[in-house]
């Protein structure tokens, strides 16, 4: 069974930065991931996700602030989050190849 446990989530105050990783237990190379997010009272959505080759896309609302990149040899996956906004407050979840998910981490961004 896959793993994959993020970490890096806290209490920040808007504008400041936050950087989550996402370490899986299995070899993350030819996998695309992806971390996906949930606000309170809101579904599920996408945040940014990155192919095998390093290619990236990014919801509209976080473009210019976050960064998702990987490290293949470390089976690792990051989210550089900068500029954080009230609304950026969700549980944030690392997913691979759109079927194996972690148990999430909580960032929340308020004064």
């Known amino acids: 069974q896959v793993q994959l446990v993020e970490s890096g989530g806290g209490l920040v105050q808007p504008g400041g930065s936050l950087r989550l990783s996402c370490v899986a237990s299995?070899?993350?190379?030819?996998?695309?991931m992806g971390w996906y997010r949930r606000a309170p009272g809101k579904q599920r959505e996408l945040v940014a996700i990155?192919?095998?080759?390093?290619?990236?896309e990014y919801v509209d609302s976080v473009k210019g602030r976050f960064t998702i990149s990987r490290n293949d040899a470390e089976d690792t996956v990051y989210l550089q989050m900068n500029r954080l906004k009230p609304e950026d407050t969700a549980v944030y979840y690392c997913?691979?190849?759109?079927?194996?998910w972690g148990q999430g981490t909580q960032v929340t961004v308020s004064s």
């Open positions: 299995v070899d993350i190379r030819g996998s695309a």
């Open positions: 997913n691979r190849n759109w079927r194996d």
């Open positions: 990155i192919d095998m080759r390093g290619n990236a």
